[in-house]
T-cell receptor
Framework: GDSVTQMEGPVTLSEEAFLTINCTYT??????LFWYVQYPGEGLQLLLK?????DKGSNKGFEATYRKETTSFHLEKGSVQVSDSAVYFC????????????FGTGTQLKVEL | DADVTQTPRNRITKTGKRIMLECSQT?????MYWYRQDPGLGLQLIYY???????NKGEISDGYSVSRQAQAKFSLSLESAIPNQTALYFC??????????????FGPGTRLTVL
């Protein structure tokens, strides 16, 4: 079945540091890929998505490129801020029907001054 | 006002009690979902509904039941709560587009503790 693997956290960075959170997936066909963010005490919000190979999703300075050849969708940001501290979830929506999302386990990011 | 609301936001109950968690949405979406979040496990799908008459089991439906009272309302019930159902529960909605474009919108979550 479909699965998503993302790097374990917590990840602690200084403000303005470069961020990479790795995400790889296993799925049949051509899934859509998502990054969701969960700020403390809140529900998940869609951060960005990509629906086909080589697509780049971007939002709020975050980017991720759908790499079919490496089955990856790594999240990057060039300069993180304290306000980026949150839990980040990689997810996929496969071709199996139902538009069900399969989530990774989440990576907690803490950004310090 | 929030598009997807959940009540209650926090609940503490005892083993064996019946609990209902409620979800309402004003987005006009047909599809609604219930997820459970446990530390280190991400989110797992409990039930999902494509419309009022179409309800489907997810990955971990044992011990749970749902009711889709209207397009806007989707309730999750624990008939006899047990401690390992202590978790954060999220409701989500989506428009029901193709799998490649459908986006799910999440409520703020209900933190349930079963003693």
């Amino acid at each position: 079945g479909d699965s998503v693997t993302q790097m374990e956290g917590p990840v602690t960075l200084s403000e303005e540091a470069f961020l990479t959170i790795n995400c790889t997936y296993t799925a049949t066909g051509y899934p859509s890929l998502f990054w969701y963010v969960q700020y403390p005490g809140e529900g998940l919000q869609l951060l960005l998505k990509a629906t086909k190979a080589d697509d780049k999703g971007s939002n709020k300075g975050f980017e991720a490129t759908y790499r079919k050849e490496t089955t990856s969708f790594h999240l990057e940001k060039g300069s993180v801020q304290v306000s980026d501290s949150a839990v980040y979830f990689c997810a996929l929506s496969g071709t199996g029907g139902g538009n069900k999302l399969t989530f990774g386990t989440g990576t907690q990011l803490k950004v310090e001054l | 006002d929030a598009d997807v609301t959940q009540t209650p936001r926090n609940r503490i109950t005892k083993t064996g009690k019946r609990i209902m968690l409620e979800c309402s949405q004003t987005k006009g979406h047909d599809r609604m979902y219930w997820y459970r979040q446990d530390p280190g496990l991400g989110l797992q799908l409990i039930y999902y509904s494509f419309d009022v008459k179409d309800i489907n089991k997810g990955e971990i439906s044992d011990g749970y039941s749902v009711s889709r009272q209207a397009q806007a309302k989707f309730s999750l019930s624990l008939e006899s709560a047990i401690p390992n159902q202590t978790a954060l529960y999220f409701c989500a909605t989506s428009l029901g587009q193709s799998y490649s474009t459908d986006t799910q919108y999440f409520g703020p979550g209900t933190r349930l503790t079963v003693l």
